[in-house]
T-cell receptor, first 113, second 112 residues
Framework: NAGVTQTPKFRVLKTGQSMTLLCAQD?????MYWYRQDPGMGLRLIHY???????AKGEVPDGYNVSRLKKQNFLLGLESAAPSQTSVYFC????????????FGPGTRLLVL | QKEVEQDPGPLSVPEGAIVSLNCTYS??????FMWYRQYSRKGPELLMY????GNKEDGRFTAQVDKSSKYISLFIRDSQPSDSATYLC????????????FGTGTRLKVLA
């Protein structure tokens, strides 16, 4: 997963707690994405960004907020975690010039009790 | 009904076999079709993509798109144990925002 890092790798939360997942890329990519992956559901887009300072909702945005204050970072926030948000979260980035230049991060495993 | 359907498997084949992985879709607006490989507890990695209909070959991998049937395939020749992974298809109407719709993935096991 060259160039895309995710922090933390694993986290356990209690219902109602908040946390922020950090995605960082060093490839100067314009586009960044947050997905969640659940068994039998595939990857589902939560939020995405087409450039610094811009964000947009994806397929399953409820319960999440995002920010992209710096081009290289895309933050995903859970204000009040729920057990339904137990999942593996993947960040991805794409240069915007060609489809080949897209990379996923290694994932963050989140367990909400 | 999901926009993209993919058999979850698992699909078990002997080493050296030709593997065929498939996805069907319902949205005729899809133009870009991607295949990803995902090893256990890792992020997906892009294998190849095709635009519109036709075939694309890259080493042992061939991607095929049949838009008239809304059906895409990934063929793996001379499969190796290292090919054991989950294979995800994804597609999008345009390259503009790169908002992909993913299949659920097919788990492949290549037996030595």
């Amino acid at each position: 997963n060259a160039g895309v890092t995710q922090t933390p790798k694993f986290r356990v939360l209690k219902t109602g707690q908040s946390m922020t997942l950090l995605c960082a890329q060093d490839m100067n990519h314009e586009y960044m994405y947050w997905y969640r992956q659940d068994p039998g559901m595939g990857l589902r887009l939560i939020h995405y960004s087409v450039g610094e300072g811009t964000t947009a909702k994806g397929e399953v945005p409820d319960g999440y907020n995002v920010s992209r204050l710096k081009k290289q970072n895309f933050l995903l926030g859970l204000e009040s975690a729920a057990p339904s948000q137990t999942s593996v979260y993947f960040c991805a980035s794409i240069s915007g010039r060609t489809l080949e230049t897209q990379y996923f991060g290694p994932g963050t495993r989140l367990l909400v009790l | 009904q999901k926009e993209v359907e993919q058999d979850p498997g698992p699909l078990s084949v002997p080493e050296g076999a030709i593997v065929s992985l498939n996805c069907t879709y319902s949205n005729s607006a899809f133009q870009y079709f991607m295949w990803y490989r995902q090893y256990s507890r890792k992020g997906p990695e892009l294998l190849m993509y095709t635009y519109s209909s036709g075939n694309k070959e890259d080493g042992r991998f061939t991607a095929q798109v049949d838009k008239s049937s809304k059906y895409i395939s990934l063929f793996i020749r001379d499969s190796q144990p290292s090919d054991s992974a989950t294979y995800l298809c994804a597609m999008t109407p345009t390259s503009g925002t790169y908002k992909y719709i993913f299949g659920t993935g097919t788990r492949l096991k290549v037996l030595a």
